[in-house]
């Protein structure tokens, strides 16, 4: 059965901090989702990846598909990426999810 | 900026009751995805839809739930008998392929049985 970890669950920073969050999985994928959801419960999607690294503004993401793993970076954090940050990965006609990544920060 | 847009944001039904959440997702795409995340879990798959078929479905996308898109641009999940164990927040999603595209989500539907 196909998993998707990360880790850590939960992460407090400061603002201004480097954050990493890391995923793996299991088994080959054709790609591979960042997402956001905030309390309200809306899922918003932030990178998809294939290969290689994307970046949009402070965040980053990268991923190796030989080592089954990507990470997502932020730089100079701030209180509004409070949230949490999934990675799913799709895999046949589905996206399989992470249980999520916790994140605040602290002013 | 289009996006997928989820109807009601919030219902409460009785237990045994027929439910039917709605979608529209973005005009141009052409896969449906019905997912699903109970209260402190993760956010599960229920159904792909593409070419007005199920291609896919999970375990939990027992003979009590059906897709339907009736009328080429609402995209719409019924559960038949509600359980209690229904109670959860549901997500419509769409994409323009399968392989890689991003898929948009809708804000959710909590579904509160009773």
């Known amino acids: 059965k196909n998993e998707v970890e990360q880790s850590p669950q939960n992460l407090t920073a400061q603002e201004g901090e480097f954050i990493t969050i890391n995923c793996s999985y299991s088994?080959?994928?054709?790609?591979l989702h960042w997402l956001q959801q905030h309390p309200g419960g809306g899922i918003v999607s932030l990178f998809m990846?294939?290969?290689g690294k994307k970046k949009h503004g402070r965040l980053i993401a990268t991923i190796n598909i030989q080592e089954k793993h990507s990470s997502l970076h932020i730089t100079a954090s701030h209180p509004r990426d409070s949230a949490v940050y999934i990675c799913?990965?799709?895999?046949?006609?589905?996206?399989?999810f992470g249980t999520g990544t916790r994140l605040q920060v602290f002013p | 900026e289009p996006e997928v847009t989820q109807t009601p944001s919030h219902q409460v039904t009785q237990m045994g009751q027929e439910v039917i959440l709605r979608c529209v997702p973005i005009?141009?795409?052409?896969?449906f995805y019905w997912y699903r995340q109970i209260l402190g879990q993760k956010v599960e798959f229920l159904v792909s839809?593409?070419?007005?078929?199920?291609?896919?479905k999970s375990e939990i996308f027992d003979d009590q739930f059906s897709v339907e898109r009736p009328d080429g641009s609402n995209f719409t999940l019924k559960i038949r008998s509600t359980k209690l164990e229904d109670s959860a927040m549901y997500f419509c999603a769409s994409s323009v392929s399968v392989a890689n595209t991003e898929a948009f989500f809708g804000q959710g539907t909590r579904l509160t049985v009773v």
């Open positions: 005009s141009n795409h052409l896969y």
């Open positions: 990846l294939s290969s």
């Open positions: 839809f593409y070419n007005n078929e199920i291609s896919e």
């Open positions: 088994v080959g994928i054709s790609a």
């Open positions: 799913a990965v799709r895999f046949t006609d589905k996206l399989i």
